[in-house]
């Protein structure tokens, strides 16, 4: 059965929107349909998607600019019935590794969302190519379902 993601992004210098493109192939190319939002609108989100968070952290763990408006607009809302999945991008020598993401894994399940696997924090000292870390996981949380 063939099922619908929406990956939804918060870049500041690119990588996880390369992050984005490679996570979309490997749902292509497992039979499923993939979109991929680099400024996400709640509104815009398919019904029934699965969503899937992919953000880096900017400044003093701040979310990056393209992605504030999408989370100021998804605490006003009800996310009930609403999966995703959390991917952070980060840096392990500052102190607000991959916040963004967990504030989103947060913001996102007080609402009402189900998390379908622990969120995913890639440490970019650890994988210069964050996308090669973000395809083995995803392949292993497509392969359970």
Do not use: R
Request: charged share 15%; aromatic share 10%.
């Amino acid at each position: 059965m063939s099922s619908h993601y929406t990956i939804l992004v918060g870049s500041v210098l690119g990588a996880a929107e390369y992050v984005a493109d490679a996570l979309a192939e490997v749902i292509k190319s497992a039979g499923h349909e993939a979109e991929i939002q680099l400024t996400p609108q709640y509104g815009e989100i398919s019904s029934g998607s699965t969503w899937i968070v992919c953000t880096s952290t900017h400044g003093a763990g701040d979310f990056p600019d393209n992605i504030q408006p999408f989370t100021k607009e998804v605490a006003a809302v009800d996310l009930s019935g609403v999966n995703a999945y959390i991917i952070g991008l980060g840096d392990s020598s500052y102190d607000t590794f991959c916040f963004a993401a967990k504030n989103m894994s947060t913001l996102i399940t007080e609402k009402g969302a189900t998390l379908l696997a622990e969120p995913f924090f890639i440490d970019v000292l650890n994988h210069p190519i964050p996308e090669d870390a973000a395809i083995e996981w995803f392949e292993a949380q497509l392969n359970k379902a």
